[in-house]
């Protein structure tokens, strides 16, 4: 076999059934055998930004590894972005790029890029093989890198000789070769002992769960944990499907946008469990205040997370999937009346809410009528700014794996392609992304992909005619000089979406809402709705940047 046709069959091993990418120069012969593949479906994207963002939906949605392609120079290098994404969000897949021939490497050929250099800060790992022999293995250490540990993208640059070689191929490893990688999964039964005596003795616990939990599919397992220990829950952006909504232990989001409630409760309590997450910016404001009555505890497969921002006392390295149980036998059953009825007062006190309007369309509202309309497991993903926020504050998810946004690099047009690739591995399932006017254009040309394959993505654009998060600071901190975040009338989405050959609605009436959404929903297609939103609505409440958790500043809702 050649070795394309071998990196083929490797993939199949690995299970892979979808591919998202777009063909070049030296990966012809690559899509070559792709013409005559029969159980891997290549789905062409318009943009090699977009591959890696379906790849990255594909992972979150599904729990198995994504797979994105393109071709060397700059087809590797469109790439960057979306597996930098990946890479923060701690999301499994492997990105398979083209390289000149190996006599070439080094040379400045057409359309070479160093990928290994230069994707050295933004994967898990990356190979560069330079000889047909070592493909399989490293396709399977590829994979296995990816998925185990903590998850995390994995890129793989592959000469254009390595793919026109020949050689006898018979058997795919059965094993990854990895001197040194490890990955710990049982917790140590020491620490987890003396993580139930803290609990005990906790009169304020707070439990403050992170990505980890949902990548670990532990959702189950901390609800277990929290109910038998009855401690409240507060997720970061990344959790916010790990708890259904309405739980009587649950907070919402913490941090820079997070309810006051949860805010209020980190800064009060005695011990934070850290399940899964690592101490971000956005979560922690000012470290120095953050937490300050609290002894931590720090559950996470990643070693080198804990202590790396807040200093904790006591560490289990682990998976949150195997620990939490270990956890639960330990812990006694306990109730924490005076600590939940404080919890609950904020609640009363400070809910979270909005100003609603009849003479407007509110973009929380819109929010709220798409979490009230569909089933549980239903998808939602986001693109990057205010909406973003409003979909954490204001949709109740009810499942895991059903909220894909970037979270670490905050990604503008991660969404929409996110969606597509959703929807490729959810082919029964609604999947909505909730845009704003400027995100969503960053990757539109998709919508011919999302057209082309039938995928029917429903896309929500709140349309404000602002870069609606970067206007709010300026509204704030820089005297409203609205310098270039104003883009107003920079589009017509419905003709857009018709140029496409996709379903556009304008939405202008707050009555109009439900019945565009409802025809938006049952549409056998791709659809654009564009909901001409109140222009300069802020996301309340905010820990402005620097400030301690408890510092929140909430705007005309005060």
């Known amino acids: 076999m050649n070795g394309a046709k071998i990196l083929l069959e490797c993939l199949k091993k690995e299970g892979v059934d979808t591919i998202f990418g777009y063909p070049g120069g030296v990966v012809l012969p690559l899509f070559d055998e792709i013409y005559s593949e029969k159980d891997i479906k290549l789905v062409l994207v318009r943009h090699e930004q977009g591959a890696a963002h379906m790849a990255d939906g594909y992972s979150r949605s599904t729990g198995k590894t994504g797979v994105c392609l393109a071709t060397s120079g700059p087809g590797a290098t469109n790439l960057v972005t979306g597996i930098a994404t990946a890479y923060m969000d701690s999301i499994p897949m492997v990105a398979l790029t083209g390289q000149v021939n190996t006599p070439l490497i080094g040379n400045d050929a057409f359309q070479e890029a160093d990928m290994v250099g230069i994707t050295r800060p933004i994967v898990k790992h990356n190979y560069l ?40 191929f018979s058997k795919y490893p059965d094993q990854p070769l990895l001197r040194g990688y490890k990955p710990t999964y049982e917790g140590s039964k020491v620490q ?15 439990l403050y769960v992170g990505g980890g939990v949902t990548l670990s599919n532990a959702s189950e397992e901390l609800i277990k944990f929290a109910e ?25 989001m ?61 560490p289990i390295v682990g998976s949150a999937k195997n620990i939490l149980p270990e956890l639960t036998k330990e812990v006694k059953k306990k109730e924490h009346k005076e600590w939940l009825t404080q919890i609950e007062q904020w609640k009363k006190d400070f809910p979270l809410t909005y100003r609603d309007s009849d003479s407007e369309i509110k973009p929380q509202y819109v929010i709220q009528k798409i979490s009230q309309m569909v089933k549980d497991d239903t998808i939602i993903t986001t693109e990057v700014g205010q909406h973003q926020m409003w ?29 597509i690739g959703a929807q490729a591995g959810n082919p029964g399932k609604l999947v909505i992304d909730i845009a704003g006017d400027g995100s969503i254009q960053m990757n539109i040309q998709e919508l011919a992909t999302a057209v082309k394959y039938k995928f029917p993505v429903k896309v929500v654009i709140l349309d404000n005619g602002y870069l609606g998060m970067v206007r709010q600071w300026q509204e704030l901190f820089y005297g409203k000089r609205y310098s270039h975040t104003i883009i107003d009338h920079s589009v017509d989405f419905v003709k857009l979406a018709e140029a496409y050959g996709a379903k556009g609605i304008r939405i202008e009436k707050k009555q109009d809402v439900e019945k565009a959404l409802k025809e938006a929903f049952a549409y056998d297609g791709p659809v654009i709705m564009d909901f001409i939103t109140a222009r300069e609505e802020n996301v309340w409440p905010m820990v402005p940047a620097g400030a301690a958790l408890g510092k929140m500043i909430e705007g005309e809702l005060a």
């Open 228 to 252: 038998k220990a009855d401690i409240p829950i507060t997720t970061t952006l990344m959790a916010m499907d790990t708890l259904p909504a309405g739980h009587r232990l649950g907070l919402g």
């Open 254 to 314: 913490l941090g820079m946008h997070g309810t006051k409630y949860a805010n209020y409760a980190v800064q009060e309590s005695d011990l934070l469990i850290a399940v899964g997450a690592r101490f971000d910016d956005r979560v922690t404001g000012k470290v120095a205040d953050f937490a300050p009555h609290a002894d931590i505890i720090h559950i996470d497969i990643d070693p080198s997370a804990i202590s790396k921002i807040i200093k904790v006392d006591l």
């Open 192 to 206: 987890i002992k003396k993580a139930a005596e803290m609990i005990e003795k906790a009169q304020r616990p707070l």
């Open 391 to 419: 979909a954490a504050q204001f949709y109740g998810f009810r499942k895991n794996r059903t909220f894909l946004t970037s979270g670490g690099l905050g990604t503008m047009g991660y969404g929409f392609p996110a969606a």
């Open 129 to 168: 093989v330079k000889d047909i022999k070592d493909l399989a293995q490293t396709i399977k250490n590829a994979f296995h890198i990816a998925s185990t540990g903590r998850p995390g993208p994995v890129l793989v640059d592959l000469p254009k000789d390595v793919f026109t070689s020949q050689m006898e």
